[in-house]
Antibody, heavy 118, light 107 residues
Framework: EVQLVESGGGLVQPGGSLRLSCAASGFTFSSNWMSWVRQAPGKGLEWVASIQPDGNEKKYVDFVRGRFTISRDNAKSSLYLQMDSLRVEDTAVYYC???????????WGQGTMVTVSS | DIQLTQSPSFLSASVGDRATITCRASQGISNYLAWYQQKPGKAPKLLIYTASTLQSGVPPRFSGSGSGTEFTLTISSLQPEDFATYYCQHRHSYPITFGQGTRLEIK
């Protein structure tokens, strides 16, 4: 079964850091672009970052560039999101997603909740 | 950045009705548009990609059309499981953006 499972979410204070992980199974992880997409409570979907199959090319939305770092370990079939200098407005469910046909996401994880609050 | 505007934001309809959701892009995006369905507490599900290609396993009552700046998602005969929120998403250029969503509810 093709599956993505996120972990690492939780409660963190403003200015703090958190590292999200996404474990992939059931497909050749090293063949696909992977992305993080988030959704604030009661709000719409928001693309955060994407990474090329070999990890060399990375893309970020402006409001996380310089604070968040996307990475991957193809040997472990895992995707990561290092989040530093967290802000209250970063509070959201974070989904990892597999890209297919360009940046169209056909497989999504169940999401992990990140709450930034003092 | 390319803005996507969906209309309507809220749609009330009955089982068996035909539903149409429109997504307008702030500039031309060729056919680089996808549609997703999301139910409360669940991850989004890919329905349509490249504007009109049905994702494997998605019922044929779902269809997509359009090119350039105007796109449409049509559900030909609503089923109870179709009541959800729908999002369009472009992949023309970075940053990738989504429409604000259309909430489809049972009348």
């Amino acid at each position: 079964e093709v599956q993505l499972v996120e972990s690492g979410g939780g409660l963190v204070q403003p200015g703090g850091s958190l590292r999200l992980s996404c474990a992939a199974s059931g497909f050749t992880f090293s063949s696909n672009w992977m992305s993080w997409v988030r959704q604030a409570p009661g709000k719409g979907l928001e693309w955060v970052a994407s990474i090329q199959p070999d990890g060399n090319e990375k893309k970020y939305v402006d409001f996380v560039r310089g604070r968040f770092t996307i990475s991957r370990d193809n040997a472990k079939s895992s995707l990561y999101l290092q989040m530093d200098s967290l802000r209250v407005e970063d509070t959201a469910v974070y989904y990892c997603a597999r890209a297919t046909v360009g940046t169209t996401w056909d497989i999504w994880g169940q999401g992990t909740m990140v709450t930034v609050s003092s | 950045d390319i803005q996507l505007t969906q209309s309507p934001s809220f749609l009330s309809a009955s089982v068996g009705d035909r539903a149409t959701i429109t997504c307008r892009a702030s500039q031309g995006i060729s056919n680089y548009l996808a549609w997703y369905q999301q139910k409360p507490g669940k991850a989004p599900k890919l329905l349509i990609y490249t504007a009109s290609t049905l994702q494997s396993g998605v019922p044929p009552r779902f269809s997509g059309s359009g090119s350039g700046t105007e796109f449409t998602l049509t559900i030909s005969s609503l089923q109870p499981e179709d009541f959800a929120t729908y999002y369009c998403q472009h992949r023309h250029s970075y940053p990738i953006t989504f429409g604000q969503g259309t909430r489809l509810e049972i009348k």
